[in-house]
């Protein structure tokens, strides 16, 4: 029952919602050109998917931060489901590093492209490291967040190692870096699945870490770091 409820309920109205909500961004993006308003857009079009697969997403931690701070957001990644439990849940503006594929989608990709988020091109460390700067650049220039997986991908199981993006990014910008962890979300949306179950994951935030004083060659340490606090989060 769960399985058909799936597929001839909740799949048909998450495309009908991504077509929509993606047209609806792509106008709006005529007249706003900082991305705030797609960033709204894509707010409510990540409550509608959670709705309509009925996934209750419980925020803890979210005290811990200024509301009117900027960060670098790093979470753990094990489901298609993670960005619009993050979106939906998650109160700033943020925006977010996404690999090449996802740009080509119809809709998604337009949105994607024209509110401001970061293509990740992997065909290259020059390449990438270009990604890192822009998304550095944009934080200082425009005091938007942003947010990394920083496992490069979604994992089956546990946590993968972490990449060091998301440290060299805060560090040159100078933001703090904020672990997050969902909770939950690979049991009701399994890594190759298209079985989406309904159920409650938790969003849990983690203390800010101050990266002033660090270097860029502290990005190693950071990244450790990093990695510690959302293995301890996940079994908190």
């Not at 001839?8 to 900082?34: E, H, K, Y």
């Not at 943020?94 to 989608?105: D, Y």
């Not at 490291?129 to 199981?157: W, Y």
Request: hydrophobic letters at 45%; glycine letters at 8%; proline letters at 5%.
């Amino acid at each position: 029952m769960s399985l058909l409820r799936s597929l001839l309920f909740s799949t048909p109205l998450i495309v009908l919602s991504t077509v929509a909500m993606g047209t609806l961004s792509l106008c709006a993006s005529f007249f706003d050109r900082t991305g705030n308003r797609q960033h709204s857009i894509a707010r409510l079009w990540a409550k509608s998917l959670l709705a309509v697969s009925f996934i209750r997403v419980r925020a803890e931690g979210l005290e811990k931060l200024d509301p009117k701070g900027t960060y670098v957001f790093v979470g753990n990644h094990a489901s298609f489901m993670d960005i619009p439990a993050i979106l939906a849940r998650l109160p700033y503006q943020f925006r977010f590093f996404a690999k090449k594929g996802l740009f080509r989608i119809p809709f998604l990709g337009t949105h994607l492209r024209r509110a401001g988020h970061v293509e990740v091109d992997r065909s290259s460390a020059r390449a990438s490291l270009r990604s890192m700067s822009e998304g550095a650049r944009m934080i200082a220039e425009r005091g938007v967040s942003v947010l990394l997986f920083p496992e490069g991908g979604r994992s089956v199981e546990g946590l993968r190692e972490f990449k060091e993006g998301a440290a060299y990014i805060a560090i040159k910008a100078g933001v703090p870096v904020v672990p997050i962890v969902l909770v939950g979300m690979r049991r009701l949306l399994p890594m190759g699945s298209i079985h989406i179950r309904a159920g409650q994951v938790s969003l849990r935030v983690g203390d800010p870490i101050p990266v002033s004083g660090l270097a860029r060659g502290d990005r190693n340490e950071l990244t450790r770091r990093l990695y510690d606090e959302i293995s301890r989060l996940l079994e908190a």
